[in-house]
């Protein structure tokens, strides 16, 4: 079992920056791929970064050279710096973990979601 707790979210300023974390419990988070997906109003969840246990990474076009995804094993923790954020940045943002890689929906584990607000 992987308990997930992302944490820095917030309002910020179109062009603004913040820095999501997601903590991981457990022993074995560094066999887990772990993901961002965030869900906008009114909108489905959709994918936005994952980083496998290797550390590749994928983007989604949206986020492609704004976002950056990486992860700390040592602190079971990935993290999802973005930058020159925009209006449509604003959403929930939930991390995920997973055995294997993906930019579906299809992870194990999921976290409750932090709130991300760019205000113009």
């Known amino acids: 079992q992987v308990q997930l707790v992302e944490s820095g979210g917030g309002l910020v300023q179109a062009g603004g920056s913040l820095r999501l974390s997601c903590a991981a419990s457990?022993?074995?988070?560094?066999?887990?791929?772990m993901g961002w997906f965030r869900q906008r109003p009114g909108k489905e969840r959709e994918f936005v970064a994952v980083?496998?246990?290797?550390?590749?990474?994928v983007y989604a076009d949206s986020v492609k050279g704004r976002f950056t995804i990486s992860r700390d094993n040592a602190k079971n923790t990935v993290y999802l710096q973005m930058n020159s954020l925009q209006l449509e940045d604003t959403a929930v943002y939930y991390c995920a973990a997973g055995l294997k890689l993906t930019t579906t929906g299809s992870y194990e584990y999921w976290g409750q979601g932090t709130q991300v607000a760019v205000s113009s």
């Open positions: 980083i496998s246990r290797y550390g590749g990474t």
């Open positions: 457990g022993r074995t988070f560094s066999s887990y791929a």
